[in-house]
């Protein structure tokens, strides 16, 4: 929640889309910095995500391989996608993302962390969850600019795969890392 009593705190003055497409918009807006200097600010503005570190029954690893055409590659990492109007709550977001992404379904799915990937240049906020008793029992239900082909690695694997530079996904490499460092119990609860 914004602190506009912050010292440190900007002043909006006026607000405008410059640039919208499917997924983001950039906007435009006019500031007043705390000296009292008035300069513009364009960022990237999107709806909040989940990130879904998804478990099978045997320990796996459910990833994803797809084309990401900025970088002009297929990226290895984990099912990521908006949260829609019609998600009752973020872990039904999260549900919803493993399904249409993957085909697997997760018995049970857990919020592990929320952070502001970019927050410099976007307002962008992913939020984190880890799937356990994930098995392949739906049908993948891709967007219409999705190229996806699931996989399953183990998490070693695909820890050492991230420390080889071999994971260039910022989103995967934080979310393996976080769950090693903090999250094994919060992804045993229950949501």
Do not use: K
């Not at 049908?139 to 600019?145: G, I, T």
């Amino acid at each position: 929640m914004p602190d506009e009593d912050d010292p440190l705190a900007w002043e909006t003055l006026g607000s405008d889309v410059a640039y919208t497409c499917p997924g983001f918009d950039v906007r435009h807006e006019d500031v007043r910095l705390p000296d009292g200097t008035e300069t513009d600010f364009d960022y990237l503005a999107e709806p909040e995500s989940v990130v879904v570190l998804p478990f099978t029954d045997d320990g796996d690893v459910v990833v994803i391989e797809e084309w990401r055409q900025a970088v002009s590659r297929v990226s290895r990492g984990l099912p990521v996608g908006g949260v829609e109007p019609e998600d009752e709550d973020l872990a039904a977001a999260a549900r919803r993302e493993l399904a249409e992404e993957t085909g697997y379904e997760a018995n049970r799915v857990a919020h592990l962390t929320t952070v502001e990937p970019a927050n410099g240049i976007a307002n962008s906020v992913l939020h984190y969850f880890v799937a356990h008793g994930c098995a392949p029992t739906a049908e993948q239900e891709l967007d219409h600019n999705e190229s996806i082909r699931p996989e399953t690695s183990t998490l070693d694997a695909l820890r050492e795969e991230i420390a080889a530079d071999g994971v260039f996904d910022g989103r995967t490499a934080l979310g393996v890392l976080y769950y090693d460092a903090f999250g094994r119990t919060a992804g045993d609860a229950t949501e």
